[in-house]
Nanobody, 121 residues
């Protein structure tokens, strides 16, 4: 059984920084792309950043230059370093991994349970 667990959320003042972690555990053969999403109250979930298995990254325009996604394949963990935080970054942040749990299975998406990030003005 594969699990994704996010951590690192919390309350921070505008201009501050937080680093989120997403740790995958269980039966894991290969982790392909990993994404971070966020969902603010009353809003749709939006993709924030993506990192491929090869390390290529892509960001939403709203976070470019402020957020950095990375991964440690040896630890099956992805990170989201968030800097220059703004009140509008307040949301629940989720990680999503495109993952194979065995060599004979197709990859599928797994989601974490989310971690709250609150940025005060």
């Amino acid at each position: 059984q594969v699990q994704l667990v996010e951590s690192g959320g919390g309350l921070v003042q505008a201009g501050g920084s937080l680093k989120l972690s997403c740790a995958a555990s269980g039966s894991i053969f290969r982790i392909n792309a990993v994404d971070w999403y966020r969902q603010a109250p009353g809003e749709q979930r939006e993709r924030v950043a993506t990192i491929t298995s090869g390390g290529a990254t892509n960001y939403a325009d709203s976070v470019k230059g402020r957020f950095t996604i990375s991964r440690d394949n040896a630890k099956n963990t992805a990170y989201l370093q968030m800097s220059s935080l703004k009140p509008e970054d307040t949301a629940v942040y989720y990680c999503r991994a495109d993952l194979q749990d065995s060599w004979w299975t197709d990859s599928r998406a797994y989601w974490g349970q989310g971690t709250q990030v609150t940025v005060s003005s």
